[in-house]
């Protein structure tokens, strides 16, 4: 029942470069998380927005929920290579919640 | 002072075989989960307890059988493995059902030879 999409499915940038990667649901929604994801590892939850904000900062992330178009947006600013991972975003409707198919994103030095 | 463990790391076994994985977290959370990660990262959610009640059960195969034997432990067992059984099992927790924050074990890569 996997409902979310993430775009680019992988990115590579530069060390000190800032990356985006976006999440597209298809429901309306309670709230949207990310997570990342080390290689060999579990999911680590980073940042919660709820349907009714905006836009949420926490330290070098930067999310953006936009309800109108169903999609959400997750910026890392001042990339560094230990940001390499993958990030999912995972939409939340009730107790229905639904991981996207998540974006590689791999940071040069 | 894990929060959410797994046993094995793991696991390697022919086919044909019955394995279990175990899955306890120490956060004191009500809900517990069972992913299945494949090789393209693509999680997909297998099982889902809040309070040893099974509140999720995804289309998977009857050979998977979660058991969870109190709140604070969800086992997953796995008859006559097969090829496509392959695949990083991840179990996870959240305080409540469905919109809640998970924490996520270190997860069990299961090979079938």
């Known amino acids: 029942s996997q409902q979310g999409e993430e775009d680019p499915q992988a990115l590579s940038i530069q060390e000190g470069e800032n990356a985006t990667m976006n999440c597209s649901y298809k429901?309306?929604?309670?709230?949207l998380q990310w997570y990342r994801q080390n290689s060999g590892r579990g999911l680590v939850h980073l940042i919660l927005?709820?349907?009714?904000?905006r836009e949420k900062h926490s330290g070098r992330l930067r999310v953006t929920l936009d309800t109108s178009k169903k999609s959400s947006s997750l910026l890392i600013t001042a990339s560094r290579a230990a940001d390499t991972a993958s990030y999912f975003c995972?939409?939340?409707?009730?107790?229905?919640?639904?991981f996207g198919t998540g974006t590689s994103l791999t940071v040069i030095p | 002072d894990t929060a959410v463990s797994q046993t094995p790391k793991y696991l390697v076994t022919q086919m044909g075989n019955d394995k279990s994985i175990k899955c306890e977290q120490n956060?004191?959370?009500?809900?517990m989960y069972w992913y299945k990660q494949d090789s393209k990262k693509f999680l997909k959610i297998m099982f889902s307890?809040?309070?040893?009640?099974?509140?999720i059960n995804e289309t998977v195969p009857n050979r998977f059988s979660p058991k969870s034997p109190d709140k604070a432990h969800l086992n997953l067992h796995i008859n006559s493995l097969e090829l496509g059984d392959s695949a990083v099992y991840f179990c996870?927790?959240?305080?409540?059902?469905?919109?809640?924050?998970?924490?996520f074990g270190p997860g069990t890569r299961l090979t079938v030879l």
């Open positions: 996870a927790s959240s305080l409540y059902p469905g919109t809640d924050e998970q924490f």
């Open positions: 429901t309306s929604i309670n709230n």
């Open positions: 927005i709820r349907s009714n904000e």
């Open positions: 995972k939409s939340n409707t009730g107790n229905q919640f639904y």
């Open positions: 956060l004191g959370h009500d809900t």
């Open positions: 307890y809040n309070n040893k009640e099974l509140i």
